[in-house]
């Protein structure tokens, strides 16, 4: 029941630049596009810094990743993540956003990237603007259903009458 204080968002565990940096790779993993807008749009950077506060074991793993995007970075072009041109910035993702291509040097941020990655999806895809990306249609009244589609039915190797057929329970 309470409304969302107006005004700029305060994040709890991310420093400022931490926090410069995560909306930075949250747009960078989901950006704005014709069909829906950006993760910043979304409130992931927001979700994030929620789940960093509930999640203290996911705290490490995300302080530490983003450090470590910030070394690579300064190694390979010597100014930290956000401060890199669009092309730097992708140039450093590229190394670790394919786990399978991925060079044995850099395991710690292709782990990072996948937790990164997964919390941005989750963020994304259960806010109001990732819900109508996806076309969900849950939690709305319809008139009528007529069950499965039969070749999603035959796919499952199922049919209305054993899906309707009562087994009857045993009680011990």
């Not at 292709?110 to 819900?131: E, P, Q, W």
């Not at 009528?144 to 009458?161: F, I, K, N, T, Y």
Request: glycine letters at 10%; hydrophobic letters at 35%; charged letters at 25%.
């Amino acid at each position: 029941g309470q409304k969302p204080t107006p005004g700029v968002y305060k994040p709890r565990f991310f420093t400022p630049h931490e926090w410069r940096t995560v909306r930075v790779l949250t747009d960078l993993i989901i950006p704005r596009d014709a069909r829906s807008g950006s993760a910043t749009e979304a409130g992931v950077p927001e979700f994030m810094d929620f789940m960093m506060i509930d999640r203290e074991s996911m705290q490490p793993q995300m302080r530490g990743g983003l450090r470590w995007l910030d070394n690579r970075s300064n190694r390979n072009f010597g100014k930290r993540f956000i401060a890199l041109t669009a092309k730097q910035q992708t140039d450093v993702l590229d190394e670790i956003a394919y786990p399978d291509k991925a060079a044995s040097d850099v395991s710690h941020g292709v782990s990072f990237f996948n937790f990164f990655r997964d919390l941005t999806a989750a963020g994304f895809f259960s806010s109001k603007i990732g819900v109508k990306d996806i076309g969900y249609m849950g939690n709305e009244w319809r008139q009528g259903w007529d069950g499965c589609p039969p070749a999603a039915m035959q796919r499952l190797g199922v049919s209305h009458e054993l899906m309707n057929s009562r087994i009857p329970i045993q009680r011990g």
